[in-house]
């Protein structure tokens, strides 16, 4: 048997550590995200001599850790794995504010070979300063490529939710206390929020919406303040997960408390309980599940 000198198996683990270092089946990515379609026009808010755009990219090749290169050629021609991106921007220009916030987003397709594999949006928002500021810009861009990053590393199909969800009883808080306390609002927040990009809140009509959509609906709630004084509280609710009319997942949901020395702290609590129930669901959703208390 031929003996290898060191030099060659050197030169062969040298060659080995390089293969694996190669990263396998990298995400092909354009170097710069275009905006949606007459988009950038209407847009006067964003500084884009800040090259937000690019920066985005930047963020996440970085965070990607390898997993995400620049194409070589053009993306739209790759038929390998690759992920196509659009950008939009509020369209008001002006400071931002709590009542008027700014902000930046990313819509996103994984594709491999056509096939679709997932897809996300995330949103950036400010309440303070511009987006003339390249210093925010900058930061922004570093949050959303981050988030892209994270959902990258389990690609899931996009869900589109209603910013409200629908109450049957409309009597479990007086209407004053709604004007403050918006409660049938915030699982969709928090869905959008805490579900890396899988979830996004659209203004759409629910029954215009053909993509995967899920529907949510309050049949019974007892929102109140007074802590433990006033008894329990609870917020039941059902949900059904929707793709082109046709139903791919359904739930029950539930959860109650005696905390909460105001209503909407109460809401806010079993909220964020409920939405880390669905969000869970979410990664593999069935038919007749049973959420938190409801099991």
Avoid at 2 to 10: D, E, P, Q, T, V
Avoid at 53 to 82: M, P
Avoid at 144 to 172: I, Y
Avoid at 206 to 221: A, D, W
Wanted: glycine share 10%; aromatic share 6%; proline share 3%.
């Amino acid at each position: 048997m031929r003996k290898i000198s060191s030099a060659m198996f050197l030169a062969l683990n040298l060659s080995m550590a390089a293969q694996a270092a190669q990263p396998v089946d990298a995400v092909q990515v354009a170097p710069v995200i275009p905006y949606a379609a007459g988009a950038q026009a209407a847009a006067p808010a964003v500084n884009n001599d800040c090259h937000w755009t690019a920066q985005v990219v930047q963020a996440l090749i970085k965070e990607s850790k390898g997993r995400v290169q620049v194409a070589e050629q053009d993306l739209s021609a790759f038929q390998g794995r690759k992920l196509v991106l659009l950008a939009g921007s509020s369209a008001e220009g002006g400071a931002a504010s709590e009542t008027a916030p700014k902000w930046l987003a990313v819509t996103g397709k994984l594709l491999d070979k056509g096939t679709l594999i997932g897809d996300f949006k995330l949103r950036q928002e400010i309440t303070k300063g511009s987006l003339q500021d390249c210093k925010i810009l900058k930061e922004m861009s570093g949050d959303l490529g981050d988030g892209m990053a994270q959902w990258l590393e389990d690609p899931m199909r996009g869900v589109s939710v209603a910013p409200a969800m629908l109450a049957l009883n409309k009597d479990s808080m007086d209407d004053e206390e709604l004007k403050n306390c918006p409660w049938n609002t915030f699982i969709p927040k928090y869905l959008e929020q805490n579900t890396r990009g899988q979830v996004s809140i659209s203004a759409r009509d629910s029954n215009t919406v053909n993509e995967r959509k899920l529907l949510l609906t309050v049949v019974e709630s007892r929102i109140a303040g007074g802590g433990v004084y006033s008894g329990g509280k609870w917020i039941d609710l059902i949900g059904k997960l929707t793709e082109n009319g046709t139903d791919i997942g359904s739930f029950e949901a539930s959860r109650h408390t005696v905390k909460g020395w105001t209503g909407c702290s109460a809401a806010k609590s079993l909220s964020e309980e409920i939405g880390e129930d669905i969000a869970k669901w979410l990664k593999k959703p069935g038919m007749n599940a049973k959420l938190g208390d409801a099991k």
